[in-house]
């Protein structure tokens, strides 16, 4: 791994809030093992493994029963480490690829049998190269065939040159991160007031609430400032949110959250047992799960 790489927290806290029943994480990664899934020529960061065992001891450890699985840039387009994990999970793991235009239709029905439910266009510059627009509206039109969606990762002061291409998918699109606001801005800022209109005004457009550890400027255990931003998206739109740890953290600079901290958070961005039961099985379910 890169010399300042910062490896996952081996001995996470058991949280003291208990997930319901059947609780998806809906945003978590796995990498290599490297010497039987090779990073990525291009990728722009080198990370430590962080295979498929460890993610389900995790998952089983902080009392959570499913797994979403999202490609991430350091293995490029080649989802070998992401399809090995999930045809091994026991159907308890779906993922989303990334593929490029010149993917063919017998790959992507391979994608979809392993559990494939979506791609990711990545928009964050210091991670991937800039792929041309008409590229990924290319991929959209052919995933959307398969029932497929589609997750965003971009960064809050680009949402705004964005909101036009994001209008013309045609499926779902689940937004990585809440759109990485700048929480010291608060929640009534034109930045995150924005977003959330995008939502109101496109019900396609869903919301990752997650990302505690990378947008906080308050910091762990609480991660306090993140929470207002949370709770007014759950609140909001109870049926279009979705929660997941991040693991194992990719690119952190400043600390490494410990992941019993952040399932502690779940009760304060959803207080009452239905935003919990919505957040945490009704909406991962039906968007990964339905079929």
């Not at 081996?10 to 090779?38: E, K, L, Q």
């Not at 493994?49 to 080649?78: M, W, Y």
């Not at 991937?128 to 997750?151: C, K, N, Q």
Request: with cysteine.
């Amino acid at each position: 791994m890169d010399a300042d790489y910062m490896p996952f927290k081996p001995d996470p806290t058991r949280p003291r809030y208990a997930p319901p029943a059947g609780a998806v994480d809906a945003h978590c990664h796995v990498f290599g093992p490297a010497d039987r899934f090779p990073y990525a020529p291009e990728r722009k960061y080198t990370p430590c493994d962080a295979p498929k065992e460890k993610l389900f001891a995790l998952r089983d450890f902080l009392g959570l029963s499913r797994n979403v699985i999202v490609q991430a840039t350091c293995h490029g387009a080649d989802n070998r480490a992401l399809v090995d994990a999930l045809q091994t999970s026991g159907g308890l793991a779906r993922g989303i690829a990334t593929v490029k235009a010149s993917v063919s239709d017998a790959e992507l029905r391979a994608l979809d049998a392993a559990g494939v439910r979506g791609v990711r266009f990545n928009f964050v510059k210091r991670l991937v190269d800039a792929t041309p627009r008409e590229t990924y509206l290319t991929i959209a039109r052919r995933i959307v065939e398969l029932g497929w969606h589609i997750v965003v990762y971009f960064e809050a002061q680009e949402l705004a040159e964005l909101v036009p291409f994001l209008n013309a998918l045609p499926t779902i699109v689940v937004v990585d991160h809440m759109g990485r606001p700048d929480l010291a801005k608060g929640v009534d800022h034109p930045d995150f007031r924005r977003f959330v209109a995008l939502m109101a005004e496109n019900p396609r457009i869903w919301s990752k609430v997650t990302g505690a550890e990378r947008l906080s400027n308050s910091g762990p255990p609480g991660y306090d400032d993140f929470v207002p931003f949370a709770r007014t998206l759950v609140r909001a739109f109870p049926d279009r949110v979705l929660w997941g740890t991040d693991w194992p953290h990719p690119n952190m600079t400043s600390h490494m959250p410990d992941d019993g901290d952040l399932v502690n958070m779940i009760p304060r961005i959803a207080p009452s047992l239905d935003e919990q039961r919505a957040l945490l099985i009704d909406n991962p379910m039906r968007l990964y799960w339905s079929r």
